[in-house]
């Protein structure tokens, strides 16, 4: 295994084999444990969900307009028109459970370790984090989907479902564990691992996916006040920049000069768009007075428009912009959310107008709990479009998917809030099955 350190301080590997991470020559040493992590992370920034849920699942939502080839797997999902042999949906399935195996063998390995335990518990939190979050993620996409814990290949290739509302209590479990293990100083100056306020952060954001509300308060105001690791910034022009302190956890680039995936394929500088652009029904739906819509999305040719909340196209001498997984926003979106579930409308307003304001817009008043939901889950919109898809999955857990698809656009089918099962996986474990509604 080649292992080196770069100027950023960081660990750049090449991935372990799953047949190496097996091995206890892996867990005898701290440099090839660590390795082991970071492969993990390597393949999460670059395959799978997380590395293309900006994308697709914008394209699937209202995020986004397609302008690309209509012989392309990604007119497909525009046009809510995914089938199970579809490659995407293939692809994410296999890489999820591939990199949950990679959690999973570093969790095994790292029982018998003979590591401190301070480290020990830095790498079983981490691995713990990234179990969680591709299990849920699976979940929202796929609805109900095996909950893997272990590296048994014969189990786990035989293995059925488990209801998504449980895999994503599971999920739970495993980050309130990481949250006991990691400290809140981050392992890098780059946040491109997770430290306890990632763990909390992420254990916010699903607690809103599963109303669990009290959970989901406690969680984001314990981030919300460390202040030592988080500091609100006006400028929206800063706030994805790598060094931004709005930042909790981001993917360090697959070289030392790489900028963001996002601005490489949202970006474009003539007219028709090659691929897509943003929809004018996102951009209507702005206030005029809207900050984020003169300075996180650019016009081109006075008539299309393109994310712009990640500004470097392209390779630099140094990147300048790494891809964000979460960040300080959407904590107080949350606590503010879940505030106003639970009747607390006066905190809620003022977690709501403390994004607003930054964004250049007037207060809101807490008058009702259905109105201040509905500004919230607005500013949700404006706040988070084309980022890891977002609008998609809160039109999903506040039920307004259909309502609001089906509106606007034309392939919309209720069974469309969920994608298939790969057919592939269907035919090597029947325990898996039935497929979900629409794909029979």
């Known amino acids: 295994m ?29 440099t090839t444990a660590e390795a082991a992590l970071l492969g993990l992370y390597a393949d999460m920034r670059s395959t799978g969900i997380l590395s293309d849920l900006f994308y697709e699942m914008s394209l699937y939502g209202d995020d986004l307009d397609y302008y690309g080839s209509s012989a392309s797997s990604e007119q497909q999902f525009y046009d809510n028109s995914l089938i199970p042999t579809h490659p995407t949906v293939k692809g994410w399935w296999d890489s999820s459970y591939s990199q949950i195996y990679q959690a999973n063998a570093i969790l095994k390995g790292l029982e018998t370790a003979p590591f401190e335990t301070s480290f020990k518990n830095q790498l079983q939190g981490e691995s713990l984090v990234a179990r969680a979050v591709l299990h849920v993620y699976l979940s929202m996409l796929y609805g109900d989907v095996p909950y893997i814990s272990t590296t048994d290949y014969q189990e786990n290739t035989s293995i059925g479902k488990t209801e998504a509302t449980i895999v994503r209590s599971q999920a739970l479990t495993d980050l309130q564990r990481a949250i006991e293990l990691l400290p809140w100083e981050y392992k890098t100056t780059t ?47 800063t706030i994805f920049l790598k060094e931004s302190p709005t930042t909790l956890w981001q993917w360090f680039p697959s070289g030392s000069n790489v900028n963001t995936t996002e601005a490489s394929i949202l970006s474009f500088e003539t007219a028709p768009p090659p691929r897509v652009a943003l929809s004018s029904e996102l951009i209507n739906s702005f206030d005029d007075g809207d900050l984020r819509l003169s300075q ?8 299309y428009y393109h994310p712009y909340k990640y500004k470097a196209v392209g390779n630099e001498p140094e990147a300048s912009e790494y891809s964000i997984v979460i960040r300080l926003a959407e904590l107080y979106l949350i606590r503010s959310e879940a505030q106003t579930q639970l009747g607390q409308l006066t905190s809620a307003a003022a977690d709501l107008n403390t994004v607003r304001k930054r964004a250049g817009l007037e207060e809101v008043t807490a008058t009702s709990s259905a109105e201040l939901l509905e500004f919230i889950i607005q ?9 890891m898809g977002m609008r998609f999955f809160d039109l999903k857990r506040t039920g307004q ?22 057919e592939s996986e269907l035919l090597i474990n029947p325990n898996l099955s039935p497929q979900n509604p629409g794909y029979e």
């Open 401 to 422: 998917v259909n309502a609001v698809l089906g509106t606007v656009k034309s392939g919309w089918d209720p069974d469309d809030a969920l994608l298939p099962l790969p």
């Open 296 to 303: 996180w999305i650019k016009t081109v040719s006075d008539a």
């Open 2 to 30: 080649t292992v080196f350190i770069t100027a950023c301080e960081e660990l750049v590997e090449v991935p372990l084999t799953n047949s190496q991470l097996t091995s206890e020559a892996v867990f005898s040493e701290e």
């Open 379 to 387: 500013e949700r919109r404006h706040e988070f479009f084309s980022e």
């Open 191 to 237: 946040r491109t691992r997770p430290n306890k306020g990632v763990a909390l952060a992420l254990c916010a954001r699903i607690a809103l996916v599963q109303k669990e509300w009290e959970l989901a308060l406690a969680c984001s105001s314990e981030v919300l006040g460390h202040t030592e690791s988080y500091t609100w910034e006006e400028d929206l022009n």
